[in-house]
C-alpha cells in the first residue's frame, strides 16, 4: 500500500514516529512531496528558533530511510484538481502522481471522499489508518509503538502512560488498543 503523508501528521514527533516507523517495517510505503516537507519545517517555527533546524535534520533522516518517498505532482494535475482549500490540491496531486492508494490526514474536511474517490485516492485519519495496520500485523505495529513510548517517556524526563501519549498524538483507539 501507498500512503501519502500530510504535513499536519508530520509535525507532531510521536504521530511522526509512529508512522514513520511502521513504514520502515514495510507494512506500507511512504510518499510525501518536498512541499509537504517543506510545509512540516515552517510549520515547527511556531515552537521557537531551534525548532527549524531541528525539523530540517530529521527530514534530511526521512529522505535517506526512505529514498523513494518524494514525489513531485504533476503541473497538469496541480491545474486541474479542485478542493475546498487550494493550497491542499498539491497533497492530492502528489498522492495521484505517486498512485497512492490513501492520504492519510487529520484534515478531512478538506479533502472531501467523493472528489479523492473519483481520483481512486482515499482518504484516513492516522488513528483509523494505524488501527487497520494493527489489525492485519499487531506485533510488528505494537513493537514500533512501544518503542516510540520508550524514547517519548525517556525525552520528557517523566513516565507517561502509553495511553495517554498515544492521545496526545491523536492516536486515541490505537493507543486504547494497545492500552
Same mark, same amino acid.
Given at each position: ?30 510518499? =510525501? ?6 510545509? =512540516? ?8 528558533? #531551534? ?33 475546498? &482549500? #487550494? ?13 497512492? &492508494?490513501?492520504?492519510? +490526514?487529520?484534515?478531512?474536511? &478538506? ?7 473519483? #481520483? ?13 495496520? =494493527?489489525?492485519? +500485523?499487531?506485533?510488528?505495529? #505494537? ?37
Amino acid at each position: 500500500m501507498r500512503a501519502c503523508l500530510d504535513a499536519c501528521v508530520l509535525f507532531p514527533t510521536v504521530l511522526r514516529e509512529v508512522l514513520t516507523g511502521v513504514a520502515g517495517l514495510g507494512l506500507y510505503q511512504p510518499i =510525501w512531496s518536498e512541499r509537504i516537507l517543506e510545509e =512540516w519545517a515552517r510549520a515547527t517555527r511556531k515552537l521557537g528558533p #531551534e525548532a527549524e533546524p531541528q525539523a530540517r535534520g530529521e527530514i534530511a533522516v526521512l529522505r535517506s530511510q526512505f529514498p523513494n518517498a518524494s514525489v513531485a505532482p504533476r503541473e497538469g494535475d496541480m491545474a486541474r484538481l479542485h478542493l475546498p &482549500d #487550494e493550497n491542499d490540491i498539491h497533497v492530492l496531486a502528489c498522492a495521484i502522481a505517486a498512485s497512492a &492508494d490513501v492520504i492519510v +490526514t487529520l484534515n478531512a474536511k &478538506d479533502f472531501p471522499r467523493q472528489i479523492l474517490a473519483f #481520483e481512486g485516492v482515499t482518504r484516513l485519519g492516522p488513528d483509523e489508518f494505524l488501527m487497520r495496520l =494493527w489489525v492485519e +500485523t499487531p506485533q510488528a505495529v #505494537e513493537q514500533v509503538v512501544r518503542e516510540v513510548h520508550g524514547v517519548a517517556t525517556q525525552m520528557m524526563g517523566e513516565d507517561i502512560a502509553l495511553r495517554a501519549l498515544m492521545k496526545r498524538a491523536r492516536l486515541p483507539r490505537l493507543g486504547k488498543a494497545l492500552g
